[in-house]
């Protein structure tokens, strides 16, 4: 129900715009999450938006180099992912949930949607 696009190879210090939309249903009615799982790791939350647009959260590891986003016109959140490193390179997820809050928004068990992801891999 919800689909990611905008992964690929980047070279490190690139830049990389991932894409959720969600054909069938407005994602203004959902807080929208984005999360991340490289081989052999913890699927990770990385950011959340919240259902107004009104807040924005992110993890330490991604703080000041991404920044999530929601243009209700197309129906569509992205993540803008700066300055990357090769330790972004993962497969990246989008997913709905009610709302999300600063000291949650990282639990994958509170969101119901989800995206098949898309990979983003960062060479050195």
Same mark, same amino acid.
């Given at each position: 129900?919800?689909?990611?696009?905008?992964?690929?190879?980047?070279?490190?210090?690139?830049?990389?715009?991932?894409?959720?939309?969600?054909?069938?249903?407005?994602?203004?009615?959902?807080?929208?999450?984005?999360?991340?799982?490289?081989?052999? +790791?913890? @699927?990770?939350? &990385? *950011?959340?938006?919240?259902?107004?647009? /009104?807040?924005?959260?992110?993890?330490? %590891?991604? +703080?000041? @180099?991404?920044? &999530? *986003?929601?243009?209700?016109?197309?129906? /569509?959140?992205?993540?803008?992912?700066? %300055?990357? +490193?090769?330790?972004?390179?993962?497969?990246?997820?989008?997913?709905?949930?009610?709302?999300?809050?600063?000291?949650?928004?990282?639990?994958?068990?509170?969101?119901?949607?989800?995206?098949?992801?898309?990979?983003?891999?960062?060479?050195?």
């Amino acid at each position: 129900q919800l689909v990611e696009s905008g992964g690929g190879l980047v070279h490190a210090g690139g830049s990389r715009r991932l894409s959720c939309v969600a054909p069938g249903f407005t994602l203004d009615s959902y807080a929208i999450g984005w999360f991340r799982q490289a081989p052999g +790791k913890e @699927r990770e939350g &990385v *950011s959340c938006i919240s259902r107004r647009t /009104t807040s924005t959260y992110y993890s330490d %590891s991604v +703080k000041g @180099r991404f920044t &999530v *986003s929601r243009d209700k016109a197309k129906n /569509t959140v992205y993540l803008q992912m700066n %300055s990357l +490193k090769p330790e972004d390179t993962a497969v990246y997820y989008c997913a709905t949930r009610p709302e999300c809050y600063d000291d949650d928004f990282g639990d994958s068990s509170s969101y119901n949607f989800w995206g098949p992801g898309t990979q983003v891999t960062v060479s050195s």
